[in-house]
């Protein structure tokens, strides 16, 4: 069965660099999301990608986040800047249609020292 | 707005007994609701889903869950639970209206089944 996947598995960051996670969603998959879960609390919705754009962002997504879909295979995520408060899981997730649930990788997780 | 509640953070059950994991939402507009579920070190998979139709649906490992419009709930049933049920389960709610998606989870219940 086709998986989203991700890279790295973990990776540690000091504050206030740049970080960028990776992801390959399911070949024929249209759409695209970023969640993150802090240790011990939701996950959370933080941007979905259409069309080559963003379609909806939360309040999370702020200027040090962007997100790119450089070719036909990889969704990336980047933190401009690193805080502490960025430490986290983050999960890559992607549906065909829209109507149709979104498949998860097994994340990233982010240490920010 | 729309928000999800599981009232349970913990369930700790034995083995071959009956588990509910419960979940209520809240939402303006109709919804779509999920069941999810991670292991250990893994990521979320889909356990299943309402998006229409029959208000009872089955996953393929024996949970079920029913949609209850009036009770604004979407609770998680198994009649009988094997150890390698244990995981955390998330309960989720995505709106029908926009251009995505968006997935909003509730807190998490995590299921420990007992020998």
């Known amino acids: 069965e086709p998986e989203v996947t991700q890279t790295p598995s973990h990776q540690v960051t000091q504050m206030g660099q740049e970080v960028i996670l990776r992801c390959v969603p399911i070949?024929?998959?249209?759409?695209f999301y970023w969640y993150r879960q802090i240790l011990g609390q939701k996950v959370e919705f933080l941007v979905s990608?259409?069309?080559?754009?963003?379609?909806?962002k939360s309040e999370i997504f702020d200027d040090q986040f962007s997100v790119e879909r450089p070719d036909g295979s990889n969704f990336t995520l980047k933190i401009r800047s690193t805080k502490l408060e960025d430490s986290a899981m983050y999960f890559c997730a992607s549906s065909g249609q829209i109507e149709q649930p979104q498949h998860f990788g097994d994340g990233t997780r982010l240490s920010i020292l | 707005a729309q928000s999800v509640t599981q009232l349970d953070s913990q369930v700790p059950v034995f083995e071959e007994a009956p588990v509910e994991l419960r979940c209520n939402y809240s939402s303006s507009v109709s919804v779509y609701l999920f069941w999810y579920v991670q292991y250990p070190n893994q990521g979320l998979q889909l356990l299943l889903k309402?998006?229409?139709?029959?208000?009872l649906v089955e996953s393929i490992n024996g949970f079920e869950a029913e949609f209850n419009k009036s009770q604004t709930s979407f609770h998680l049933r198994k009649p009988s639970v094997h150890i390698s049920d244990t995981a955390e389960y998330f309960c989720?709610?995505?709106?029908?209206?926009?251009?995505?998606?968006?997935?909003?989870f509730g807190s998490g219940t995590q299921l420990t089944v007992l020998p």
């Open positions: 989720a709610v995505t709106h029908l209206r926009g251009s995505a998606r968006q997935l909003t």
């Open positions: 990608f259409y069309n080559n754009e963003i379609s909806e």
């Open positions: 070949s024929n998959h249209l759409y």
């Open positions: 309402y998006l229409s139709g029959s208000t």
